[in-house]
């Protein structure tokens, strides 16, 4: 099956500083990825779909100006949480479909804010 | 996001039964559904699909089941084994590219 591969897989941060999480399709092109957050025993929330070479689309109640997207190249998406708090503390997953159908994940990144 | 956010069921099954993990979706236009087996700290990994035109697909070990009149997934995994304990999710196409994620359900296994 096709790769996504996500990174970091964990990172912490002082509250106040910025993250960046890479998502990158290894062997296909993704002109669209999808970002996702997950707290613990929950499902899967999207937050935001990454299209390339424009803006991205956020879900409702997703605040823009704090998780940033940037979706360069068919092959890379990152996700900037800036000015993290401890309430940003989440699992964050990225996805990505090589065709009209199945979506991959990436392993996911831990993110610790302290 | 779209996706509820309910804390996991829990499905405890003894090793080499058989499991039967539900999911009711949202959209009655959703045409092409998938399952996911998450494992702690990792992302979801695709267990098998269904699409709308279908009622029952078979994989190995596995079986998803699709009643469209009732907006209902299920997933059965045959004989049980310690290496299926995971959360397992469904997940219905919405758009192109885009899924939204049931609120999952932890499968344990039992010795």
């Known amino acids: 099956g096709a790769v996504v591969s996500q990174h970091p897989s964990r990172v912490i941060c002082k509250s106040g500083t910025s993250v960046k999480i890479e998502c990158r399709s290894l062997d296909f092109q993704a002109t669209t990825m999808f970002w996702y957050r997950q707290f613990p025993k929950q499902s899967l929330m999207l937050m935001a779909t990454?299209?390339?070479?424009?803006?991205?689309?956020?879900e409702q109640g997703v605040e823009k100006d704090k998780f940033l997207i940037n979706h360069a190249s068919l092959t890379l998406s990152t996700l900037t949480v800036t000015s993290a708090h401890p309430e940003d503390s989440s699992f964050y997953i990225c996805?990505?479909?090589?065709?009209?159908?199945?979506?991959?994940f990436g392993q996911g990144t831990r993110l610790t804010v302290v | 996001g779209e996706s509820v956010g309910l804390h996991l069921p829990t499905l405890s099954v003894q090793e080499g039964d058989n499991s039967i993990i539900n999911c009711a979706y949202s959209n009655s236009a959703s045409d092409y559904f998938i399952w996911y087996k998450q494992e702690s700290g990792k992302g979801p990994q695709f267990i098998i699909d269904?699409?709308?035109?279908?009622d029952k697909r078979q994989g190995q070990r596995v079986t998803v089941l699709l009643n469209k009149t009732v907006k209902h997934l299920s997933l059965q995994i045959a004989a049980t084994q310690p290496g299926d304990s995971a959360v397992y999710f469904c997940?219905?196409?919405?758009?192109?590219?885009?899924?939204?994620f049931g609120t999952g359900t932890r499968l344990k296994v039992l010795a």
């Open positions: 990454s299209n390339e070479g424009s803006k991205a689309t956020y």
């Open positions: 996805s990505a479909s090589p065709e009209v159908a199945e979506a991959f």
């Open positions: 997940a219905e196409k919405v758009g192109t590219y885009k899924y939204i």
């Open positions: 269904i699409r709308s035109n279908m």
